[in-house]
């Protein structure tokens, strides 16, 4: 990694932050145990993040697996941590999703595949499903959003 980035010091990061660079961690921890997700939300914690931005595959949180089950699949807009945890939805593992919860830091997550979503996503632009602390009552009654056939997307309220 050094031949790519600067190894991860906390003071340092917090530095370059502060400078206003952007600061991108990659890689894990080096722990056994600690998912590359956990190392994230760790180093999210760590320097008091605004925001973690969770870059996958698919561009939100599925009531179910998308590609495995596309005809049911639907996509949340907003959700609460209790939610991901008590509906099991596997957008990260527990720890890191206690992490964030515990350290108050908002996870959105996304489609790093599709052109310009990460500049979006960290601009605050809308490109996924937003994991925060919500009312309940809200995180229940979130617009879900499920895909046609066809590929195209539509509400399903």
Known sequence: MREVAEPYIRRRAIRHLENGHVVIFG????????????????????????????????????????????????????????????????????????????????????NALQPGNILRAAMGEDVGTVVTHADEALAATVTKIRIESSGEFADSL
């Open 27 to 110: 890689a894990g921890t080096g722990n056994p145990y600690f998912t590359t997700d956990t190392a994230a939300a760790l180093r999210a914690a760590e320097v008091q993040a605004e925001v973690f931005l969770k870059a996958t595959k698919v561009d939100g949180v599925y009531t179910c697996d998308p590609v495995k089950h596309p005809e049911k699949a639907q996509r949340y807009e907003r959700l609460s941590y209790r939610q991901v945890t008590d509906d099991q939805l596997q957008v990260m593992d527990e720890t890191a999703v206690t992490l964030c919860k515990e350290n108050n830091i908002p996870v959105i997550v996304f």
